[in-house]
């Protein structure tokens, strides 16, 4: 069996969740988050965990110097394949937590990890790494499973006696099928403080999509207006009190000092 455990993923993770509703909800919003909080263009970007390309590719379409690290081979040969034509990236093949010595001591503006605390056993020396690569005053971008809202999905599958269960656990098997943890706000605010990242600012991503979806309504992405309008929803309710505490996933932001 190959060591790349996401190979037999790709298709699934990089072509379907991203073409759903769901998908692109996640992508539209964080990147409204993240132009709120960037420095302009051309900026250095380090997207750890990136994948495909999905949440970078657009900053990099912007103007953005973006370098995309991962740890899967077959990850990274379909964003090199999804890259569009024109825009300029750095690929780098290595796992996110020796990204300080992958990237060879270089400090960048901004560093995302969106969606990779969750298949780690603890974020503890993740997060030390993305602290570490950021320049003083870059953006740090978490983005991860809300510990606070792990009973959603299995109460809006009608899974009763998981739901409950849920209230008092972290860990899940995902949608992808790959078992997952969450975490909290408050718990990764204190990490990036021990790492020299003081929080800024926290959004919700996923909220009413995901009710929708897990309590069996199909969303059709096909449908344009509805997406959009989805999609400027969804963006309000991540900003706000209580809608943000109750989505599945959160996005937290940080400055090193």
Same mark, same amino acid.
């Given at each position: 069996?190959?060591?790349?455990?996401?190979?037999?993923?790709?298709?699934?993770?990089?072509?379907?969740?991203?073409?759903?509703?769901?998908?692109?909800?996640?992508?539209?919003?964080?990147?409204?988050?993240?132009?709120?909080?960037?420095?302009?263009?051309?900026?250095?970007?380090?997207?750890?965990?990136?994948?495909?390309?999905?949440?970078?590719?657009?900053?990099?379409?912007?103007?953005?110097?973006?370098?995309?690290?991962?740890?899967?081979?077959?990850m990274?040969?379909?964003?090199?394949?999804?890259?569009?034509?024109?825009?300029?990236?750095?690929?780098?093949?290595?796992?996110?937590?020796?990204?300080?010595?992958?990237?060879?001591g270089?400090?960048?503006?901004?560093?995302?990890?969106?969606?990779?605390?969750?298949?780690?056993?603890?974020?503890?020396?993740?997060?030390?790494?993305?602290?570490?690569?950021?320049?003083p005053?870059?953006?740090?971008?978490?983005?991860t499973?809300?510990?606070?809202?792990?009973?959603?999905?299995?109460?809006?599958?009608?899974?009763?006696?998981?739901?409950?269960?849920?209230?008092?656990?972290?860990? &899940?098997?995902?949608?992808?099928?790959?078992?997952?943890r =969450?975490? $909290?706000v408050?718990?990764?605010? #204190?990490?990036? !403080? *021990? +790492?020299?990242?003081?929080?800024?600012?926290?959004?919700?991503?996923?909220?009413?999509?995901?009710?929708?979806?897990?309590?069996?309504? &199909?969303?059709?992405?096909?449908?344009?207006?509805?997406? =959009?309008? $989805?999609?400027?929803?969804?963006? #309000?309710?991540? !900003? *706000? +009190?209580?809608?943000?505490?109750?989505?599945?996933?959160?996005?937290?932001?940080?400055?090193?000092?």
């Amino acid at each position: 069996m190959s060591d790349d455990v996401w190979a037999g993923l790709v298709k699934q993770f990089a072509d379907e969740a991203y073409a759903s509703v769901k998908g692109y909800v996640r992508t539209y919003v964080m990147h409204r988050h993240l132009l709120e909080h960037l420095p302009p263009a051309p900026a250095t970007i380090l997207d750890v965990g990136g994948g495909a390309g999905h949440q970078s590719f657009p900053l990099a379409q912007l103007g953005y110097d973006v370098t995309v690290l991962d740890s899967s081979p077959a990850m990274l040969e379909a964003a090199r394949k999804r890259l569009p034509d024109g825009v300029q990236v750095a690929f780098v093949e290595a796992d996110g937590e020796r990204a300080a010595e992958a990237v060879g001591g270089r400090r960048f503006d901004a560093v995302l990890c969106h969606g990779v605390l969750g298949y780690l056993d603890q974020p503890d020396a993740m997060v030390e790494q993305l602290c570490r690569c950021a320049a003083p005053g870059g953006l740090v971008s978490i983005m991860t499973g809300n510990a606070n809202a792990m009973a959603v999905r299995p109460a809006m599958q009608r899974r009763w006696t998981d739901a409950l269960a849920a209230f008092d656990s972290r860990r &899940e098997v995902g949608v992808l099928g790959v078992p997952g943890r =969450a975490d $909290t706000v408050d718990e990764l605010s #204190e990490l990036l !403080r *021990r +790492d020299g990242v003081e929080p800024v600012r926290w959004y919700g991503v996923w909220l009413f999509v995901d009710w929708l979806e897990f309590g069996g309504t &199909e969303l059709d992405p096909g449908d344009a207006d509805q997406l =959009a309008a $989805t999609a400027e929803v969804e963006l #309000e309710a991540s !900003r *706000r +009190d209580p809608y943000r505490g109750l989505s599945r996933v959160f996005h937290l932001l940080g400055r090193k000092t």
